[in-house]
């Protein structure tokens, strides 16, 4: 982080409304001094998610997660420190001077360096598409599939030519060849040199939400099996992660205040090009939780779209829970048998295709609507709707939501509303029918660990706190700790603190990216909760936490002493238990 001067990391964060920032990902309320909601990092009914806006902090009392605007920008939209750094900056107003190159110009993180390798790969491709023989026939296909050249441009299109190692000798030149094999762009079998992965193929790039090619797709031009290869996973790319077109759809998405989700690299540039610049792909898959999540970003209005046919209904309800899942209620848009968006949009016109999105209806009606058809049926039939529609309602996590939700489920299903809700409640988040395919869902996010301290590791964090708030403590610590050099736990970086006269906006960013994330966890729990508030009380608390770190370490060399007097010599023995007798009096008189 030294690549940026400390003044400019406090000018952003002083300028950074954090309410703001974490406004925009979570729902906040004012709750005392502090603002709560629902957390973002885990999976929750009721709010444990707490922000401080006087001490720019946030922390999730459920799952530990806690730290500073920078931290949480980071961790929602998947930063580095300095990329978070220069998104907040460009948030706020602040211009970044280019950052320093490292003295004695260190090589680039091994991430810029693939980076490099995608930025080359795609420009390699685009140079064969628009200025080689090669071209000439992916050139006519887009032509055909009536995508214009400026449409191609905006989303960085190219051809990866039949002929094998023309990317390996590019990328052998710049010194990639290696990073292209991390990324799947070469290839290379025992002994062979490596060669292309991508032959013949018309190429998308796939951009995070930086601007930055992180995978491609590669699609056959004629009848060739597989139809299309995309980049394996790779340390840029997580395809769960990822949607396609998000850099393109961005602006749009802020302005219409809505997102359309396709399938195919195709659906997403012929709708851009027919207007709905609002749309982006899944990448073939079925939607994820953390697809949603991203887009949920940007937007709470998200308008799938599924094939008219049985197959496609069925789809758009496996969708429904990985929508509720991400908290959202999604939208679906049918688009009619024998179509697909690119086709229907250039076949019946702009005008037809956005009838199709304003009739999307939310997913939870057209399932609710479903399920009171199937409840006509049998009383059996009634029960396993009931069930059905309450393990659907459990799975959503805005209260007025499922307020709203329940009151309808039960005026169409013809059930009790009280009898619906104590079983959703009861079903909650994680149970899934039996019969129902659970949907692509990630590894859940893991709760950090709050290991119960002990009265010194809290100790130690307290005094860490106040000596990176009140600058006026710092000497009186730093006299109390010096006396002994103990190195482990936080006390060195509690000395580092004391020394220094930085002020706190700009330390307590250096210090959280010196913790591990366990203990970011532990100290954004403190500075989101009551203690600390003015100077004289937090002297005070200086006082508690140094007797309590004495007491700690005095009990082990107590410890120690009785082990000797066990089992060393009588000499040693009646030492070691006179100083233990010494130790105790010490106490006392604290
Ligand atoms: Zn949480």
Redesign the pocket.
């Known amino acids: 982080m030294a690549r940026y001067g400390q003044d400019k990391i406090e000018e952003v964060r002083s300028r950074a409304d954090i309410v703001e920032i974490i406004g925009a990902h979570v729902r906040l309320r004012r709750s005392g001094r502090n603002f709560t909601g629902l957390?973002?990092?885990?999976d929750?009914k009721t709010p444990?998610?707490s922000v401080s806006a006087e001490r720019g902090f946030f922390h999730?009392?459920?799952?530990?997660?806690g730290g500073t605007v920078f931290d949480f920008v980071m961790r929602i939209e998947g930063l580095t420190f300095p990329e978070a750094l220069q998104s907040l900056a460009r948030r706020c107003g602040v211009t970044l001077p280019p950052p320093e190159n490292e003295p004695g110009g260190a090589p680039a993180g091994e991430r810029d360096t693939l980076v490099k390798a995608n930025q080359t790969a795609a420009e390699f491709y685009a140079h064969v598409l628009w200025n080689t023989a090669d071209g000439a026939a992916p050139r006519e296909y887009l032509h055909s599939r009536g995508i214009t050249v400026e449409t191609a441009r905006a989303f960085m299109l190219g051809f990866a030519p039949a002929r094998p190692a023309n990317l390996a000798a590019a990328l052998h030149k710049r010194g990639l060849a290696e990073a292209g094999l991390k990324l799947g762009l070469l290839r290379s079998d025992d002994r062979s040199a490596p060669y292309d992965m991508f032959r013949g193929r018309l190429m998308f790039p796939i951009r995070d939400v930086q601007g930055r090619v992180i995978a491609f797709g590669g699609r056959v031009l004629d009848s060739r099996l597989p139809k299309y290869i995309n980049s394996p996973e790779s340390p840029l790319y997580s395809k769960a992660r990822t949607v396609y077109g998000i850099v393109e759809a961005r602006p749009a998405i802020a302005k219409a205040d809505r997102a359309i989700i396709v399938e195919g690299y195709i659906d997403v540039i012929a709708l851009w090009q027919a207007g709905f610049k609002e749309t982006v792909a899944s990448l073939g898959t079925s939607l994820t939780v953390e697809q949603l999540r991203l887009l949920g970003r940007y937007t709470k209005n998200l308008i799938a779209c599924f094939d008219g046919d049985a197959a496609g209904r069925k789809a758009s309800m496996r969708a429904l829970e990985v929508f509720l899942e991400a908290g959202l209620l999604g939208r679906g848009a049918f688009i009619p048998p024998g179509f697909d968006p690119d086709t229907l949009v250039r076949q019946r016109g702009a005008q037809a295709f956005g009838e199709i999105i304003e009739a999307g209806e939310l997913l939870v009606d057209y399932f609710l609507r479903e399920q009171a058809e199937a409840a006509r049926g049998s009383m059996d039939e009634r029960a396993r709707v009931a069930e059905r529609v309450a393990q659907i309602l459990g799975k959503v996590a805005n209260p007025f939501e499922f307020d709203l939700l329940a009151r309808k489920a039960a005026t169409l299903i013809g059930i009790g509303e009280e009898l619906l809700r104590s079983e959703a409640r009861k079903g909650g988040a994680g149970r899934r029918g039996v019969n129902s395919r659970p949907p692509e869902v990630s590894a859940p996010?893991k709760?950090i660990a709050i290991a119960p301290q002990g009265a010194a590791a809290q100790a130690e964090l307290g005094l860490l706190v106040i000596a990176m708030r009140w600058p006026e403590c710092r000497r009186l610590i730093a006299a109390q700790l010096g006396l002994d050099d103990i190195s482990d736990g936080l006390r060195p970086l509690i000395k580092e603190v004391c020394a220094s006269d930085e002020a706190p906006a700009s330390l307590e960013i250096a210090v959280m990216s010196r913790l591990t994330e366990q203990e970011r966890g532990q100290l954004s729990a403190l500075m989101v909760g009551p203690l600390f508030s003015d100077a004289a009380q937090s002297i005070a608390l200086v006082e508690d936490y140094l007797i309590a770190l004495d007491t700690h370490q005095r009990r082990g060399q107590e410890a120690e002493l009785r082990r000797t007097a066990v089992t060393g010599t009588i000499e040693e023995g009646a030492a070691a238990a006179q100083a233990v007798i010494t130790s105790r009096r010490e106490a006392r008189r604290h």
């Open positions: 957390c973002p990092f885990h929750e444990s998610f999730c009392f459920g799952c530990g997660a996010v709760p």
